[in-house]
């Protein structure tokens, strides 16, 4: 949903399709990269604290 809006709001800026996808979608991915790496580092830190218990 989130890449999808992203390419939304560039085509509602410009108009251009083409250009809405290729200057949407990096920016979405560079966002939920970002999430998928918080959420990793917090499930293993969760691991570990529950291994020590």
Same mark, same amino acid.
């Given at each position: 949903?989130?890449?999808?809006?992203?390419?939304?709001?560039?085509? !509602?800026?410009?108009?251009?399709?083409?250009?809405?996808? %290729?200057?949407? =979608?990096?920016?979405?991915? /560079?966002?939920?990269? !970002?999430?998928?790496?918080?959420?990793?580092?917090?499930? %293993?830190?969760? =691991?570990?604290?529950?291994? /020590?218990?």
């Amino acid at each position: 949903m989130f890449v999808v809006s992203s390419i939304h709001e560039e085509y !509602a800026h410009g108009g251009d399709a083409r250009r809405a996808v %290729r200057t949407g =979608s990096p920016l979405a991915f /560079r966002v939920v990269s !970002a999430a998928a790496l918080i959420m990793v580092a917090v499930l %293993r830190a969760s =691991s570990r604290c529950r291994r /020590r218990s």
